[in-house]
């Protein structure tokens, strides 16, 4: 009985054992923990649409939006984590722990996997954080199998049989001059970083490789946007003055809209379309984001727009920038460190299957665009760099563009690099090259002739001889004025009245004013001395 009454005390010791579950997290761990969960959202998303090839957008879009917390720490842990997916893959696949309701959470296993095997540290903070890191010694022994397997000594040397690519380039970004003028975003940012204009997009900063812009309030705020040169000419070409009403056919992610509304100050009307109900989020985020007021999202399916509805009856201009195989711009989308990059490499082909479509949908949604009764200046534009997307989409569509009016313009003329010269006119097509500048973009800009016109050289002769006519008109009213001034003041004297009368009884040369003998006679004369 003494040792049943003793037993009280030794029931409380377990709850004591149970507070340093309740401690509170430190900052690190709070962090670490939300970077995580906020990661596995954005693996998932880029994972899904990689899957499906429709991405929702690119892995840097994702976590600029808004809704990200540590844009830094998130942006590390995916990048990192899709880096090393492969070997994460066969290591949870020889430990045999991807099952049951970790499966549903895969994306978060990825993440935190990678923590325990390559990153920093792993609290115990969470479930999953808890069931790994009880695992940690199976998960440590399937990478050392895995290391055997491969003949290789380190992870690292796993990573680079993957031949992932590292592509230096600066740091662009575009000023958003409805929140902020270019000087000031010049001077703010110059305070830490070497920051130069553009001397072709005039809203454009250069800085150096590598600046790491991901928390600058600047970006927080939406004063500048992260976004490369080429991508910002898409909407300079098309050049929007303050006042029209434009249409942004293919707008999410948004970029490119809410450039257009700075390029026209906030005035006149931006009809933004996106068919994706998820990408309308983002394109959404984006214009609040922005600050723009005059643009109007609607989500629907441009080729079922009516070009003859009222409601688009003062539209001046359109941007059409369609889906495409987004090969221009694999690297600075990251886009070589998903897994279809590699099964694409791996088979040495880009689906031609899969270009065909893209080329046969671009193709509609140009040959639409251009039906637009009001609208007389289009920009095609694609983040492509093949032919069948580029010059033989608007090769196919210009007999149609000619017969609505078009023609094709020279966008950025001081452009050196320009389409490929598989048709006659493919010299005002814009290319810009993925190795050279970063990116491989495509931009060709219709613009609709004016039939009220007439030919430049008649309008030359034209002014020509207005101005001869003006010019012989000046010369008469000058010689009158002489003439008349002259009779004036010689009238007065008698002399002079006797002279008038004998030159009007001979008037033999009855267009000119004076002849040798009438200078003579009237060389003394009062009026020749005035």
């Known amino acids: 009985m003494a040792r049943g009454k003793n037993a009280k005390p030794i029931t409380a010791a377990p709850r004591a054992a149970e507070k340093p579950k309740t401690k509170r997290l430190s900052n690190a761990e709070r962090s670490a923990y939300f970077s995580r969960r906020e990661a596995a959202k954005v693996l998932r998303t880029v994972l899904e649409g990689d899957a499906r090839r429709r991405a929702v957008g690119s892995i840097k879009s994702l976590i600029y939006r808004p809704s990200i917390r540590n844009k830094k720490g998130t942006f590390a842990l995916v990048c990192q984590t899709l880096k090393h997916l492969p070997i994460i893959k066969d290591v949870l696949e020889a430990a045999g722990l991807l099952k049951g309701k970790w499966k549903r959470q895969e994306e978060l296993i990825h993440i935190i996997t990678y923590d325990i095997l390559f990153g920093q540290a792993v609290s115990l903070v969470g479930d999953a954080e808890v069931f790994l890191m009880h695992r940690k010694d199976a998960l440590q022994s399937a990478l050392s199998q895995l290391l055997v397997k491969k003949?290789?000594?380190?992870?690292?040397?796993?990573?680079?049989?993957?031949?992932?690519?590292?592509?230096?380039?600066?740091?662009?970004?575009?000023?958003?001059?409805?929140?902020?003028?270019?000087?000031?975003?010049?001077?703010?940012?110059?305070?830490?970083?070497?920051?130069?204009?553009?001397?072709?997009?005039?809203?454009?900063?250069?800085?150096?490789?590598?600046?790491?812009?991901?928390?600058?309030?600047?970006?927080?705020?939406?004063?500048?946007?992260?976004q490369g040169k080429a991508s910002s000419m898409v909407a300079a070409a098309l050049d929007p003055k303050p006042g029209w009403e434009v249409l942004d056919a293919c707008a999410a992610p948004g970029n490119k809209t809410v450039h257009l509304g700075a390029l026209m100050r906030g005035k006149g009307k931006i009809i933004a379309c996106e068919l994706n109900k998820e990408r309308v989020k983002r394109l959404k985020e984006t214009i609040s984001l922005s600050g723009a007021t005059n643009i109007k999202v609607l989500h629907g399916d441009f080729l079922k727009f009516n070009p003859k509805d009222p409601s688009f009856s003062k539209v001046h201009a359109i941007l059409l920038d369609p889906s495409c195989s987004g090969s221009g711009t694999a690297s600075s989308r990251l886009d070589h460190l998903l897994p279809s990059y590699a099964t694409d490499r791996a088979a040495d082909v880009m689906d031609t299957e899969r270009l065909n479509k893209l080329a046969a949908f671009q193709r509609k949604a140009l040959t639409h665009a251009l039906s637009f009764a009001a609208v007389e200046r289009v920009v095609y534009s694609t983040c492509s760099i093949h032919q069948i997307e580029n010059e033989d989409v608007i090769n196919s569509v210009l007999p149609l563009a000619a017969s609505y009016g078009f023609q094709l313009s020279t966008p950025f003329p001081r452009w050196q690099r320009r389409g490929l010269p598989v048709f006659e006119g493919s010299q005002h097509l814009l290319r810009t090259d993925p190795v050279e500048d970063g990116e491989g973009f495509f931009i060709a800009l219709f613009t609709k002739r004016n039939t009220n016109t007439v030919d430049c050289s008649e309008k030359q002769e034209s002014c020509k001889n207005t101005s001869r006519a003006l010019a012989g008109d000046r010369r008469t009213n000058r010689l009158q004025n002489v003439k008349k001034k002259f009779v004036i003041s010689c009238s007065r004297t008698k002399l002079f009245q006797t002279w008038l009368r004998a030159k009007q009884s001979r008037r033999r040369r009855p267009k000119c004013f004076l002849d040798m003998n009438d200078l003579n006679e009237a060389r003394n004369t009062e009026c020749f001395r005035i």
């Open 151 to 226: 003949k290789v000594k380190t992870a690292q040397d796993l990573v680079h049989l993957y031949q992932i690519p590292e592509v230096p380039k600066p740091r662009y970004v575009r000023v958003n001059t409805l929140k902020m003028d270019v000087d000031s975003a010049l001077l703010e940012l110059g305070q830490g970083y070497v920051v130069q204009k553009d001397d072709l997009v005039p809203d454009l900063l250069i800085l150096p490789p590598g600046a790491d812009l991901h928390n600058h309030p600047l970006v927080m705020n939406g004063s500048v946007f992260m």
